[in-house]
T-cell receptor, first 117, second 112 residues
């Protein structure tokens, strides 16, 4: 299968700071990347869909000014949590699909655990 | 609204048993369906993908089936092992390059 990496794998920050999470497709060109959030003992909830070179599409209830998504290249998408607060503490996971990938299969990164103090 | 339901929510079995995890979905117009495994605090590992035109896929001890008419998919695990202990998630997409809709998962424990 394809490899998707995320960096950092975990981060602890103070309330009010901004945190950037990177999602990279290592061996294929990801025309579409998705960002999900997972709270403890819950399933994954879609935050936004990101297509290379265009603005992200956010799900209802997700603040676009708080969760900034940039998909500037076919191998990299970033999620920036601006002015993070404790309620933003969660597990953030990206997935990627795109050129050459069989049947639109999505491949997931290992996730980033964000803890806001 | 598309929904995915997974039953049971949790399952504990002795090592060596064959088991079936169930997934049902409300939207029969699916593009493909995927089964994933998630270990605690980790990301997702894709296990099997079934296209809408297919009825089943197999990989090793795993077999996944898809019945669009009834809105159901099952994941069959043969000869379960303690290493199979994890949360298993079912998810589907309704079109190409659209996001996955996830169920809440089945938490499996295989006891040695």
């Amino acid at each position: 299968g394809a490899v998707v990496s995320q960096h950092p794998s975990w981060v602890i920050c103070k309330s009010g700071t901004s945190v950037k999470i990177e999602c990279r497709s290592l061996d294929f060109q990801a025309t579409t990347m998705f960002w999900y959030r997972q709270f403890p003992k819950q399933s994954l909830m879609l935050m936004a869909t990101s297509n290379e070179g265009s603005k992200a599409t956010y799900e209802q209830g997700v603040e676009k000014d708080k969760f900034l998504i940039n998909h500037a290249s076919l191998t990299l998408s970033t999620l920036t949590v601006t002015s993070a607060h404790p309620e933003d503490s969660s597990f953030y996971i990206c997935s990627a699909s795109g050129q050459g990938r069989t049947y639109n299969e999505q491949f997931f990164g290992p996730g980033t655990r964000l803890t806001v103090l | 609204k598309q929904e995915v339901t997974q039953i049971p929510a949790a399952l504990s079995v002795p090592e060596g048993e064959n088991l079936v995890l169930n997934c049902s979905f409300t939207d029969s117009a699916i593009y493909n369906l995927q089964w994933f495994r998630q270990d605690p605090g980790k990301g997702l590992t894709s296990l099997l993908l079934i296209q809408s035109s297919q009825r089943e896929q197999t990989s090793g001890r795993l077999n996944a089936s898809l019945d669009k008419s009834s809105g159901r998919s099952t994941l069959y695990i043969a000869a379960s092992q303690p290493g199979d202990s994890a949360t298993y998630l079912c998810a589907f997409t309704s079109a190409r390059n659209t996001p996955l809709v996830f169920g809440k998962g089945t938490r499996l424990s295989v006891i040695a």
